[in-house]
């Protein structure tokens, strides 16, 4: 019987041997392949998209996007490129303005978040190892709850009613409400308040490895505490600052919710111009434009965090 | 080391949790003012709650919600865990450089540009392949694409620091690969999959700015209702719904945080005991 088969097919092995070996030898992509393709096609791809149709023009039609490619009745395939998107872009100054002023933003409350997040991070990371625990998690809570719904909570803080204007009324301090609200310094202490978290934790990384023993010998030759910080702790925790500004300058620059629901007129952030061209004036093109200007800016930054994330995850 | 902390350093820390905490802290004290004016207090009141149960518009946009978000983690897990699998233990093979970016890119790209081109996308593969229409699918697929990048970086690190001489001892009792993966290493990194898993959910759950672009029509997710509400100005109702959002998430994750750190330890207790 079983040479009866192993007449029919003499070389093969048998069906299930050979998936075996299949597997063994091919098996990995089957682990690879699904996150691979599924992040090209829905992550990737659509940056191509959207390079293409910033090359199109408006059209009154679903989608309201005219084709780059078209065949005529002839057969004659036609190339449409249109550059008047980008050159809009460099016309209206509206854009280039706002660029400037989320670059400045992002700056500046990085800066802060900084200011304010290196020595926190630097306090957890002197406490003790259950202390640690605790504080990260405190700082972690935040991050796990609603961003939009704390942005909406700091509304209930800084507005004319709030409890900050509230209190020091009542302290007598000032003797009318402040204007916080819809003002630039609203957009600071939003970004400031969502994004503190991830300032804290990379830096927190960082120094918790420091090597204290570096800190020791620092003190014995005779180096003041702040000397100290300068030539040793600073430069050694430098992964985890540029992670950690990365973290918040990238995102802040893009950011929509909070120059929408705290700031005023004047704070066009370009995530906002962005929503606004495509929500408000339907204009995909010019919205298309903007996004791959606005990522060719991005190119820089990214590339930086990615650099100094690799090697702390490499260390 | 613990003794040295400068009175500065604990200051700065306080400071900057008490702005991490405050504003949360008097927005659940709101929720239960019985005044409708958010300025007064007017008396200690859950009339509010009661109100959100009557609101179908808030209840509608909840059940899509979480419904999105069980469908997204769950495909978040599943994806993140395969790419951090096949980045930490093929070293070498085709479109690895590929991955490892578009499983960090997600993290810190703005989300604005996320959603304009996976919306340019959606609509460009309806129009050439009828698939698929705006509204939950689309923002599945879109959520899934970030959220696994956040499961792909946690699992990843939870791996590269798993012990992997149990997987091999079972393979050489005669355990094929997967079955081994399975055996030993899958319940070493499952702490890291659960709180993954919540990572993701809590992510789908508050997203505005993808959603809001890949939505359809009459496809209105949580947070696209609230931020409707929330722009006209603050109100009582989304109050209490805010304070409760926080809370149960609050809960979950110290709750979450509790087990993880138990199951730690008696992880390194058995590690104990095995070596002796």
């Not at chain 1, 490129?81 to 990085?110: C, I, P, Q, R, W």
């Not at chain 1, 300068?230 to 973290?247: H, N």
């Amino acid at each position: 019987m079983t040479s009866a088969i192993r007449d029919e097919t003499p070389v093969r092995a048998p069906p299930r041997a050979r998936l075996g070996e299949w597997l063994k030898r091919r098996g990995k992509w089957l682990i690879i392949l699904p996150p691979l393709l599924f992040l090209l096609v829905f992550f990737l791809i659509p940056f191509g998209f959207a390079l293409v149709i910033s090359f199109a023009d408006t059209a009154v039609r679903v989608p309201p996007f005219t084709d780059i490619l078209s065949v005529s009745p002839d057969w004659h395939i036609h190339l449409t490129l249109n550059l008047g998107n980008f050159k809009y872009l460099f016309s209206d100054e509206v854009y280039g303005l706002s660029y400037l002023y989320s670059l400045k933003t992002a700056f500046f409350s990085t800066l802060i978040c900084l200011a304010l997040g290196y020595p926190m991070a630097y306090a957890i990371a002197r406490t003790s190892k259950s202390a640690q625990s605790v504080l990260l998690l405190i700082i972690i809570l935040p991050f796990w709850t609603s961003f939009l719904l704390r942005v909406y909570a700091l509304e209930g803080i800084i507005r004319e009613t709030g409890l900050l204007n509230t209190a020091l009324l009542w302290l007598g301090v000032i003797d009318h409400p402040l204007q916080i609200m819809r003002t630039t310094l609203a957009v600071y202490l939003g970004i400031i308040y969502s994004y503190l978290p991830f300032m804290v934790l990379p830096l927190f990384a960082t120094l918790e490895k420091l090597d204290h023993s570096l800190l020791e010998a620092a003190a014995d030759l005779g180096s003041p505490p702040w000397r100290t910080f300068l030539d040793v702790t600073l430069p050694l925790s430098m992964p985890g600052v540029i992670a950690g500004s990365m973290l918040v300058f990238i995102p802040a620059i893009g950011e929509f919710v909070i120059p929408t629901l705290l700031g005023g007129p004047d704070n066009l952030m370009i995530g906002r111009v962005l929503w606004d061209e495509f929500f408000g004036n339907r204009d995909w093109p010019v919205a298309s434009a903007v996004a791959i200007a606005f990522l060719v800016l991005l190119v820089g930054p990214i590339a930086l965090y990615q650099h100094y994330n690799t090697k702390q995850l490499e260390a | 080391m613990e003794n040295r902390i400068s009175p500065f350093l604990i200051s700065i820390l306080c400071i900057g949790i008490a702005v991490l905490y405050i504003p949360i802290l008097v927005l659940i004290g709101y929720s239960f003012n019985a005044s409708a004016l958010v300025s007064v207090w007017g008396g200690f009141s859950t009339s509010w709650y009661t109100q959100l149960v009557h609101n179908t518009q808030i209840l509608d946009a909840a059940w899509l919600s979480l419904k999105i978000g069980v469908v997204v983690s769950t495909g978040s897990v599943i994806l993140g865990t395969l790419a951090a699998i096949s980045l930490v233990r093929f070293k070498i093979f085709r479109g690895r450089l590929l991955l490892t970016g578009m499983v960090n890119a997600p993290l810190v790209m703005p989300e604005v540009i996320t959603g304009i081109t996976q919306l340019l996308l959606f609509i460009s593969m309806l129009h050439l392949i009828g698939w698929p229409h705006r509204g939950f699918t689309t923002i599945v697929i879109a959520h899934i694409a970030f959220c696994s990048a956040y499961v792909t970086v946690t699992v990843q690190s939870r791996l590269a620091s798993a012990d992997r001489s149990l997987e091999e001892a079972a393979m050489d009792l005669g355990s094929g690969p997967v079955r081994a993966f399975i055996d030993t290493t899958l319940p070493n990194i499952a702490p890291a999959l659960a709180s993954s898993w919540l990572l993701s959910f809590t992510l789908s759950l508050d997203d505005l700015v993808i959603s809001s672009f890949v939505s359809g029509p009459g496809a209105s997710t949580l947070p696209m209702v609230i931020f409707s509400k929330v722009k006209l100005g603050v109100s009582p109702d989304v109050n209490a719904l805010a304070s409760l959002m926080i809370s149960l998430v609050g809960v979950c994750v110290v709750f979450a945080g509790y087990l993880m750190r138990r199951a730690d330890r008696q992880r390194i207790l058995d590690a104990q005991m095995a070596e002796r």
